[in-house]
Nanobody, 116 residues
């Protein structure tokens, strides 16, 4: 069964940190660039970070550059997103997928809420 399972979200105060994880089946993960996406109500899902299949290059949206770090463990079929200096505007549901995204593979996402 092809799956993407995101975890690690939660409630955090502004300035805090969270680490998201995404476990993928090898069908999705192996040989593909992977990305983290987020979506807020009323807006389209957007790519915020991407990592090359062998971690040779990374992409960051300007809104998260310098605060978020994407990484992957090819031995565990897992991609991570370390989020530091979180802001209220980072509140969203976070998803992982291939990069570019496959319409077939979306998981349920993990909710990140940044609030006092």
């Amino acid at each position: 069964q092809v799956q993407l399972v995101e975890s690690g979200g939660g409630l955090v105060q502004p300035g805090g940190s969270l680490r998201l994880s995404c476990a993928a089946t090898s069908t999705i993960f192996s040989g593909n660039n992977m990305g983290w996406y987020r979506q807020t109500p009323g807006k389209e899902r957007e790519l915020i970070a991407g990592v090359h299949k062998r971690s040779l290059t990374m992409y960051y949206d300007e809104s998260v550059k310098g605060r978020f770090t994407i990484s992957r463990d090819n031995g565990k079929n897992t991609v991570y997103l370390q989020m530091n200096s979180l802001k209220p505007e980072d509140t969203a549901v976070y998803y992982c997928n291939t990069w570019p995204a496959s319409k077939t593979y979306w998981g349920k996402g993990t909710l990140v809420t940044v609030s006092t």
